[in-house]
């Protein structure tokens, strides 16, 4: 579980993050999300410990980020499964060398070991065959898989994920989607998704905090957003014409 | 302003790479990778510019070489002076400064771009120390291309001598064994390492501190270029005035 309490974040005078108060919880995919300049990066780096709040706390399992000595710091970043936007593979390594790249710098495992773990991750997320293909070898959405094999290669206690369907397919997001979900539960992990795209918020949103302007605007599942009457959050989920015209037939009583 | 803003950042920069220190097993592979890459990819540059500015300036000299007072065996003094003391070192550098400069900051700069070096921090990776120590102590190696570019600037003053017809070939061994002084090999190898240390510093920085896309990537190597052939140039002449003067 991952708690933060009051965090306030700025840059060159500019607030922008207004005292947010939220809990990740354990097992189920956590979503931020909100328009863009919300704020929801800037979180997501700050709870990775990428920016220091200038206000408030970020508790791992009840203990605090900033109450961490350097060694449980660096520890902590072991536990740390972290999907960016763009896949953010090394280009110079291969598929394999990629998923393999945290156990290589985190374990005293054997090859052959590591190998087996990456072998098994690999088809976890659907990519066996792929070991020696390089990143620019393959489409955007295995990429994806292939950051997402590599973020839970070390079998991490948290995942991070930056919008992970940005520049996928419909039919390839919704299977990234569930991928996520899957590990989520299968693992036990606290995995917090930031997104903009409703259709995720459909697949997978069982916690989720609206952000607008820096703030929790709302917060609920993805139940409770298709209900809410809250102005802010209906603004944001009908600004897609799909969702508008659902909608709007569900009114109409198709 | 902001120059002594970089200033201050390079320095910081190199606290950081030689702070928490990466894997030892993955920084040697790394260090090797980046000798083939850096150092042995430019060999064959490096061989082939060498051996031609080498026999350029023997036929410069022969060619201005009217006064038969002056002996024909200055033409391998004059060629074995200039490449070991200012050819070899400095402007291999300076051509290294567009190589291999080039490619640590582009490099870099597109791993910043693509959030690799995020990903390398994200994992408690000391991405300063992952990034840019393998590339120093790869540049160690750098004295070796040096002297390689020596020998073949001297093989190629040779060759253009005595079968262009200037001078025999005993004469020319003869020139480059006259007033040879030790010291002057030292002095150029000094400057080769402080050369080495900024080739592969300067580059680095510009690649890590970069902000924005594959435009600035490009943008990043051209100032890279920029400045660490100006300060090869003044350390050059620093250097040169505190060993030789």
């Known amino acids: 579980m991952i708690e933060i309490k009051n965090i306030h974040k700025g840059f060159d005078g500019e607030e922008i993050l207004k005292g947010i108060d939220f809990v990740f919880e354990t097992g189920v995919t956590n979503l931020i999300i909100g328009q863009s300049g919300s704020g929801k990066s800037v979180l997501l780096k700050t709870m990775l410990g990428l920016f220091k709040p200038e206000e408030g706390s970020i508790e791992y399992d009840g203990k605090a980020y900033s109450s961490f000595t350097d060694e449980e710091q660096r520890e902590l970043r072991t536990e740390v499964g972290m999907l960016f936007q763009g896949g953010a593979l090394f280009d110079s390594m291969t598929v394999e060398e990629n998923v393999m790249f945290p156990l290589r710098m985190f374990t005293n495992q054997r090859k052959r070991e590591m190998k087996s773990r990456v072998a098994e991750v690999l088809k976890r997320v659907n990519l066996e065959g792929s070991e020696n293909k390089y990143p620019s070898e393959i489409s955007g959405g295995m990429q994806k898989r292939v950051a997402i094999a590599r973020a839970i290669v070390n079998k991490p206690k948290y995942l991070f994920c930056d919008e992970p369907n940005s520049g996928l397919d419909p039919t390839t997001a919704t299977v990234i989607d569930k991928l996520i979900q899957e590990l989520t539960v299968e693992n036990n992990i606290t995995t917090v998704v930031i997104t903009h795209d409703m259709n995720s918020v459909l697949e997978i949103g069982e916690n989720i905090a609206f952000l607008k302007d820096g703030l929790l605007a709302w917060k609920g599942d993805k139940s409770q957003i298709f209900q809410t009457d809250d102005e802010t959050v209906t603004d944001f989920v009908y600004s897609s014409n799909l969702f508008k015209k659902v909608r709007d037939a569900q009114l109409k009583g198709h | 302003m902001s120059y002594i803003h970089s200033i201050g950042e390079y320095f910081l920069m190199i606290k950081g790479v030689f702070g928490r220190m990466t894997k030892r097993s993955v920084l040697k592979e790394l260090i090797f990778k980046e000798i083939n890459e850096?150092?042995?990819?430019?060999?064959?540059?490096?061989?082939?510019?060498?051996?031609?500015?080498?026999?350029?300036?023997?036929?410069?000299?022969?060619?201005?070489?009217?006064?038969?007072?002056?002996?024909?065996?200055?033409?391998?003094?004059?060629?074995?002076?200039?490449?070991?003391?200012?050819?070899?070192?400095?402007?291999?550098?300076?051509?290294?400064?567009?190589?291999?400069?080039?490619?640590?900051?582009?490099?870099?700069?597109?791993?910043?771009?693509?959030?690799?070096?995020?990903?390398?921090?994200?994992?408690?990776?000391?991405?300063?120390?992952?990034?840019?120590?393998?590339?120093?102590?790869?540049?160690?190696?750098?004295?070796?291309?040096?002297?390689?570019?020596?020998?073949?600037?001297?093989?190629?003053?040779?060759?253009?001598?005595?079968?262009?017809?200037?001078?025999?070939?005993?004469?020319?061994?003869?020139?480059?064994?006259?007033?040879?002084?030790?010291?002057?090999?030292?002095?150029?190898?000094?400057?080769?390492?402080?050369?080495?240390?900024?080739?592969a510093t300067i580059p680095a920085y510009h690649g890590y501190y970069m902000k924005g896309g594959a435009l600035e990537v490009g943008h990043a190597s051209t100032t890279s270029f920029v400045w660490t052939s100006v300060v090869l140039i003044i350390t050059n002449y620093v250097v040169t005035q505190l060993l030789l003067s």
Do not use: C
């Open chain 2, 38 to 199: 850096l150092i042995i990819g430019s060999l064959g540059i490096v061989a082939f510019i060498s051996f031609f500015i080498g026999g350029v300036v023997a036929i410069q000299t022969a060619l201005n070489l009217n006064n038969p007072l002056i002996p024909k065996t200055l033409i391998a003094f004059a060629a074995r002076q200039s490449i070991i003391l200012e050819f070899a070192p400095t402007f291999i550098s300076i051509i290294m400064a567009g190589k291999v400069g080039s490619f640590i900051t582009s490099s870099i700069g597109s791993m910043r771009v693509t959030e690799q070096i995020d990903a390398l921090e994200v994992m408690g990776i000391n991405s300063l120390n992952y990034l840019i120590f393998p590339k120093i102590i790869a540049m160690l190696t750098y004295p070796f291309v040096i002297a390689i570019s020596m020998f073949l600037g001297i093989l190629g003053a040779y060759a253009a001598a005595v079968f262009g017809g200037f001078v025999g070939s005993d004469l020319f061994l003869e020139g480059l064994q006259d007033g040879f002084e030790g010291f002057h090999l030292v002095y150029a190898f000094i400057k080769t390492f402080i050369f080495a240390w900024i080739l």
